[in-house]
């Protein structure tokens, strides 16, 4: 399965049950996009339905060295709203998080990061992965 680190198991994820706003933030720009259950964004990449999968999917870049596995911290992001409404993190992300430069309280992984859809999400893309943010096309 995409987004699993074969050295660990699998996190446990609820899929959106309802439409859902995710508002990627970068370096003054910024891009929301509306998260429907049916038709849920995907690019293969990270878990299914994490932030990472939904974003790449929308061409929204973020860096994702180790191919959204949780086996590097290039994926960080910072959820300011909605954090609750994600899967929590488990212990590998952490580890791997615990070396990402920037850390604060609502940092994840953006690949291993699934929300529910129970809340809109406001997702910081920190400043070194400024203007990464780009409108599609
Ligand atoms: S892309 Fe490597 S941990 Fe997410």
Redesign the pocket.
């Known amino acids: 399965m995409g ?1 699993t680190n074969p050295y660990s198991s699998a996190p446990k994820t609820e899929r959106a049950s309802r439409a859902f706003k995710i508002t990627f933030k970068s370096a003054g720009e910024s891009r929301e996009l509306e998260v429907h259950p049916d038709d849920v964004p995907s690019s293969g ?2 878990l299914p339905g994490s932030l ?1 999968d939904i974003a790449l999917a929308c061409e929204i870049d ?15 992001v910072v959820v300011r709203q909605g954090l609750s409404s994600c899967n929590p993190s488990e212990e590998a ?1 952490d580890d ?1 998080l615990d070396k990402a430069p920037g850390l604060t309280p609502q940092s994840r ?4 990061c699934v929300p529910s859809g129970t809340q809109d999400l406001v997702v910081e893309i920190p400043n070194w992965n400024r203007n990464l943010v780009r409108e599609g096309r």
């Open positions: 987004g990449t990270g990472l973020i860096d994702h060295a180790c191919g959204g596995v949780s086996a590097c911290s290039t994926c960080h992300e791997q992984l953006a690949c291993q």
